[in-house]
């Protein structure tokens, strides 16, 4: 795979995406507003991993300069701001991979409640404030970070949904190096809005049952689940 940048990768849910991405061996650049606290992220998975982690750290802005891959796993009050901070930085042609769920917990609301976003949902947002030709999916709404940053396997699959089918693929291949993940398609990127819904429910269920829920799509042919 291509070098991935998480924004946001000091974070409980990005810092877990870098952590499992950078085990199976790829290459990652945490991004942060404050180039050492993301360094200082890179050094703790470098530390986690062992000698042969490649990852680094680097100011968000710098880190979109460096890669095509890019991460967005920030809370939704950061959202808007931090897509018009890194949109000159964004290489033509990159993909960026939206985890942002619009919690109302972003306004004081609760976190089991998700905001109504004009576009949509917040991948839909991302979608209007990327420069042309900048392919968005969303992914990884559901991957709980507790387990992330765990030695467990991942028992979540991942929906993927992308107006680019290309994207898709490259972001099924992505997340399937996480062990335990099955990537679907999920079509559209206007099914986003679902899985940020998802998310807020999985909180619920999580709070009301004290644990780290995920889900499963059960009944489709073996082909859907498959990644080449
Ligand atoms: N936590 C989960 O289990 C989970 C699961 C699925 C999806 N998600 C979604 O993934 C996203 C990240 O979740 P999280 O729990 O990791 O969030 P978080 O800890 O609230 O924030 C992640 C990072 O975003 C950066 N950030 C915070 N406020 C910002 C601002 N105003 N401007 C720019 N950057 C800002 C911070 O990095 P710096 O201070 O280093 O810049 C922070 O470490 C959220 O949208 C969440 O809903 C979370």
Redesign the pocket.
């Known amino acids: 795979m291509p070098t991935i940048v998480v ?9 877990g995406l870098a952590l499992r991405w950078v085990r199976s061996g790829e290459t990652v650049i945490i ?4 180039a050492a ?2 360094r200082e ?1 890179a050094t703790k998975i470098q530390a986690a991993v062992g000698s042969n982690a490649k990852v680094s750290g680097e100011e ?1 802005g710098a880190a979109c300069a460096a890669a095509d891959l890019l991460v ?8 808007a ?2 897509l018009k901070h890194i949109k000159p930085a964004i290489r033509p042609g990159s993909i960026v991979i939206d ?5 109302a917990a972003s306004v004081g609301g609760r976190a089991t409640r998700t905001l109504g976003v004009w576009q949509g949902s ?1 991948a839909q947002q991302t979608a209007e404030l990327v420069p042309q030709g900048v392919s968005v999916v969303a992914a ?7 387990v ?1 940053n765990s030695d467990a396997s991942v028992d979540c699959d991942v929906i993927v949904c992308s107006d680019d089918t290309t994207a898709t693929q490259t972001v099924r291949t992505l997340a399937t190096k996480i062990p335990g993940v099955r990537a679907i398609d999920g079509g559209k990127l206007e099914n986003a809005r679902i899985l940020e819904q998802i ?1 807020a429910l999985l909180i619920g269920l999580n709070i009301r049952h004290k644990g780290h829920s995920g889900i499963r799509i059960t009944g489709l042919p073996e082909k859907a689940y498959e990644v080449l």
């Open positions: 924004l946001g990768g000091t974070g409980p849910e990005g810092f991004g942060s507003r404050d606290r993301a992220a968000n967005l796993a920030i809370p939704f009050e950061a959202h701001a931090l985890a942002t769920v619009p919690l917040a990884s709404h559901n991957t709980s970070a507790e992330l998310t």
